[in-house]
């Protein structure tokens, strides 16, 4: 880890995560963000997704600035997966996407973007029950029958509506090849026209520009 560092441009870096990188590797399997089977808690990384960055400035004076990571996933075989990473703005080391943002003023719904990048905050996030999609509400194209509505619906603002709206925002910025290290602390499965996707929610380890080879 230490020598592989030196060839990394990082963008963002948690305290201590040479060590913690290592003892990663050297006791649980780091899946792919590809993986099908990728589950909450999971370890998992990226080869060079493309992704949009920043800061979302925290709410009240007593949070802190929120660095966000987000980017599209499974585009050939599901319509609107995604994944977002959030942690600490501190550990944002590109300087040019460190002035905080907020992104919240043209959501109609812009709490649901301070309760999800909360609940990445809780250090107990990756060992409570997967998301069961029963916060708020969903666009209706998302609804298959009458049973299932309610949980399309809040599965929609909990979690898809604020990552949709991140995305948007910061990719106004522009989107860049990102190699990271991240923990799984929340994955959402859905169904959209037929389609199965999924939103993956993480806190990273590092985050990292793709370097040419």
Do not use: C, K
């Amino acid at each position: 880890m230490a020598n592989r560092a030196t060839h990394r441009d990082y963008l963002y870096l948690s305290p201590h995560a040479a060590e913690v990188e290592s003892d990663v590797r050297d006791h649980h399997r780091v899946r792919q963000v590809g993986d099908r089977d990728l589950a909450q808690g999971d370890w998992f990384e990226s080869p060079g997704l493309s992704m949009a960055y920043g800061v979302q400035a925290a709410r009240r004076s007593t949070d802190t600035d929120t660095a966000v990571f987000v980017g599209q996933i499974d585009e050939h075989t599901a319509a609107e997966s995604s994944l977002l990473l959030g942690g600490p703005a501190e550990y944002l080391q590109d300087t040019r996407r460190a002035t905080p943002d907020d992104m919240t003023g043209d959501m109609s719904y812009p709490s649901a973007l301070f309760t999800l990048l909360a609940s990445l905050s809780d250090r107990d996030a990756a060992e409570r029950p997967a998301h069961s999609g029963h916060d708020r509400r969903a666009p209706s194209h998302r609804q298959t029958d009458p049973q299932g509505e309610q949980a399309r619906e809040e599965q929609w603002l909990a979690v898809g509506y604020p990552i949709a709206a991140a995305h948007s925002f910061f990719g106004q910025h522009g989107f860049h090849p990102l190699t990271f290290v991240a923990r799984a602390a929340n994955i959402v499965h859905f169904e959209s026209d037929g389609i199965a996707g999924r939103w993956i929610l993480g806190t990273p380890l590092w985050v990292a520009l793709r370097l040419p080879d």
